[in-house]
Structure formats: C-alpha cells, structure tokens
C-alpha cells in the first residue's frame, strides 16, 4: 500500500488495518443488543435475506462514498462537506452544513461513553464477583443512576483519549489490529460454548428457521433496512475521516464490502451467543441495554464457569464499544485540528473534555435514553441524507466515480452511480422519516 498524499495525521499502514479499523467503527452495541433480537422477531433466515441484501447495497454505496469523498479531500467531515459544495460555488454552505453531522459524531459520543462505562464496570463486577452477588437488575440499577457509573464512564474516556494521543491513523490501526481480532476470538469461543448447551437448539431455530410470511409484514423491511444502515456506521462523519487517511491505491469499493462482511459476521456471532443461551435457561429474549446488562449476567450466573465467561463477554463488548468510541472522537478531532489549526493534543484533550462534562449530567438511565434517541433518532440520520446528497448530487457521481476507481483493477459497473442516486440516496430520506415515526429503526 503506498502513502503518496499523506494526511498531516499519517496514514493507514495497509489495506486491512484499514479494513480492521472500519469493522471496529462499525462493530458496536447494536450488534450485540438489537440484532440477535430482531434477527427472531422478524421471521428468522427470512429477515436475514433482507438484512444482507440491505448491507450489501449500504455498504458498497454508501461506505465506498464515505471512504471516497474522505481520500479525495485528504480530510474529514468539514472539508470534506466544503468540497462537496465548493463544487456548486457554495463552499461556506458546504462548511456549514458539514457540523451538522459532526455534532452527531460528538453527540453520539457523548451518551456511547456513558454505556461503555457500564460495560467497564460490569466487567470489573464480572472480576470482583460483585455482580453476581446480589440482584444483576439492582447492579444495573445503581450504575445508572446520576453519577451512579462516574468512575467507570470518565475511564472510558480517559482510555479513548490515551490511544488517540499516542497517534492518529497508526495508532488507530495498531488498536484495532488487536482489538478486533481478540473480539472475534472471544465471542467466538462463547458461541462454541453455548452450542453444548441443553436446550440451546431453541434459540437456534428462533433464530434461523425461515418464517417466509413476515415478509409480507412492511416492518420487517423496515426493520431490515434500518438495522443494515445503523449498523454499518454511516454517519456522513465518521467514515470520512477514515477515508481520508487512505493511500491512493487503495479499492475502495472492495474494502467496503469486506468491512460490510465482517460487520454482518459480527452481528451473527452475537446472535449465536445469545439466543441459544437465553433459550436455554428459559429466560425471555429481549433487546437493549436490559439485554445485555440484566439478562446475560443472570444466564452466566447458571452456567458452569460463569463468572470467567462473563469477563470473557464483557472484555469482548468493551474492544467493541472503545473501537467505536474512537472512530466518534477522531472524526471531531480531525475537523477541530484542521478547521481551528489546534495540535493534536489540544484537540484530543477538548474533544475529552466536552465528552466527559456534557457525559456526567446524563449518566441517569432516563436522561441517557432521551439523549441517544435525540441523537440517533434525529441528528445521525439527517448527518446521513446530508453525506449521501452532497456527494452523488451537490459533487456529482461523475466525480465521486473517478475517485473510487483509484485503485481498481477494473471500473466501476455504469449501473453504480444510478443506484447510487435513484436507490441509495432515496432510502436515507426514507430512513430518516421512518425513524422519526417508528422513534427509531436502528
């Protein structure tokens, strides 16, 4: 991989820390939490079809013009969004917009790290033996009430920050390099174990046994769709920035494909870790944080060797939750360093600060609710459709097809660019206004 037109930041070292890094971004508590449940509740390999036929689509559309636009600017979410526009003479248009998005990057960073440090503390309740001492809802409970995680939340912080001080594109490759290999390991190793367990067949068969007549159902599209876009990351921000720390010779569409594969690899190791598990001790499948903070414990609690199984799960949930964080920081870091001409440690230390003093008056469950639903509800899918029309219609396809044809060894099919525009940048319109009736499809 060459490194002609270096980011002041550096670049990626290779094709597939590349790759890693963006698995890392997209790899997240939706996986884990919403997936596996929605995966059975919307008719099983029915649902599935739908969902890899919608990550098929959002990932070599939709990530490629991220990753694209991000290299062809040789910046993130602001100058990438003044490029754009600059195009149609509206470059202070373009700037301006471009916040949009990354306050939902910010925003969303904000509440993740509230949620990544409960699963800092589970994981330290998991060690202790403190968490399967008394009630796993009454742990949760006082870790979400104000100031209930405050420890544990400004940890995160401080973890996410120390990786990004120590460096930008390398430092974010070298930690996805070792976090994300370690998370498949670790949740694969569970999924191994929950396969021996009585009764675990039930969750397979919730899971997987096709259930065609939901098809005919409109919310399992929707949900489909939703939980294919959300999960893939695309913000119109935080991909850009990765994008823009590419060498010239990468493929970007192919990359884009295989961070969609591992994405989706992801979400179905998650669902064979526990819908086999919650099937068979007979506890009732759910989604959210109850999911993942109530309800998992207590099945750890019953089996054999629970207590390191849970630290093996939450040691896992947690590379995934910092990898994301890390992705939302930069992509603020990046636009704060090149818009304000801050160094590096003065952005990074900022980004911190903000996070953490806005964090710490949301760590009670309500407010933290109310706060990521805003977010993601409302700023990250509007940040989307504004990425999605300032790249294949305010740039045009013409433009954003010569950049992502860099790097192949063949051109672009002529169809990609009219499903880019007459299918892609439509469905993020439509995501959005089906988020704001469903209160979330992501």
Same mark, same amino acid.
């Given at each position: 991989m060459k490194h002609e037109h270096n980011h002041t930041n550096g670049s990626?070292?290779?094709?597939?820390?590349?790759?890693?890094?963006?698995?890392?971004?997209?790899?997240g508590l939706g996986n884990i939490w919403m997936?596996?449940?929605?995966? *059975?509740?919307?008719?099983?390999?029915? =649902?599935?079809?739908?969902?890899?036929?919608?990550?098929?689509?959002?990932?070599?559309? *939709?990530?490629?013009?991220?990753?694209?636009?991000?290299?062809m600017a040789r910046t993130g979410t602001l100058g990438a969004y003044r490029l754009c526009w600059n195009a149609r003479g509206k470059e202070k248009l373009g700037g301006a917009l471009g916040w949009i998005p990354l306050l939902g990057s910010m925003g969303i960073a904000i509440g993740y790290s509230i949620i990544i440090g409960w699963v800092l503390r589970s994981l330290w309740g998991s060690i202790s033996g403190s968490l399967f001492a008394g009630d796993a809802g009454e742990y949760f409970a006082r870790a979400t009430t104000a100031f209930g995680s405050l420890g544990w939340h400004l940890a995160v912080v401080a973890i996410t920050a120390l990786v990004l001080l120590s460096g930008a594109a390398i430092m974010i490759e070298k930690s996805n390099k070792v976090m994300m290999p370690l998370f498949f390991a670790l949740f694969t190793l569970?999924?191994?174990?929950?396969? =021996?367990?009585?009764?675990?067949?039930?969750?397979?068969?919730?899971?997987?046994?096709?259930?065609?007549?939901?098809?005919?159902?409109?919310?399992?599209?929707?949900?489909?769709m939703g939980q294919a876009f959300f999960s893939l990351s695309i913000t119109g921000s935080g991909m850009i920035v990765y994008g823009s720390y590419l060498a010239s010779d990468v493929d970007i569409p192919s990359a884009s494909i295989r961070t969609a594969f591992f994405d989706t690899l992801a979400a179905l190791l998650s669902a064979?870790?526990?819908?086999?598990?919650?099937?068979?001790y007979g506890i009732a499948p759910d989604k959210g944080p109850s999911?993942? =903070?109530?309800?998992?414990?207590?099945?750890?609690?019953?089996?054999?060797?629970?207590?390191?199984?849970?630290?093996? =799960?939450?040691?896992?949930?947690?590379?995934?939750?910092?990898?994301?964080?890390?992705n939302m920081f930069e992509a603020v870091i990046e636009s704060w360093q090149q818009r304000f001409a801050l160094s590096r440690r003065a952005a990074v230390l900022l980004c911190a600060a903000i996070c953490a003093g806005v964090g710490v008056f949301l760590e009670a469950d309500p407010l933290t609710g109310n706060w990521m639903d805003f977010v993601t509800i409302i700023v990250i899918p509007f940040g989307a459709v504004l990425g999605a029309f300032s790249i294949y219609f305010v740039l045009g396809r013409g433009r954003i097809e010569e950049e992502l044809n860099q790097g192949r060894t063949k051109p672009l099919p002529g169809w990609f660019g009219k499903l880019a525009r007459a299918f892609y940048v439509p469905l993020t319109c439509v995501i959005f206004v089906l988020g704001?009736?469903?209160?979330?499809i992501g």
């Open positions: 990626f070292s290779s094709s597939l820390g590349f790759i890693l890094a963006c698995v890392g971004s997209a790899v997936f596996p449940y929605r995966l *059975g509740q919307y008719g099983g390999a029915a =649902f599935l079809l739908l969902y890899l036929g919608f990550v098929a689509l959002f990932g070599y559309v *939709g990530l490629s013009a991220e990753f694209g636009i991000g290299r569970l999924a191994l174990k929950v396969a =021996f367990l009585p009764g675990a067949g039930e969750g397979y068969r919730f899971l997987f046994v096709p259930r065609w007549e939901y098809l005919a159902d409109p919310n399992t599209w929707v949900m489909a064979l870790v526990i819908m086999p598990a919650v099937f068979a999911l993942m =903070f109530i309800t998992i414990p207590e099945i750890f609690r019953q089996m054999p060797m629970g207590r390191l199984l849970s630290v093996v =799960f939450f040691v896992s949930v947690l590379f995934a939750g910092i990898s994301s964080l890390i704001l009736v469903y209160h979330g």
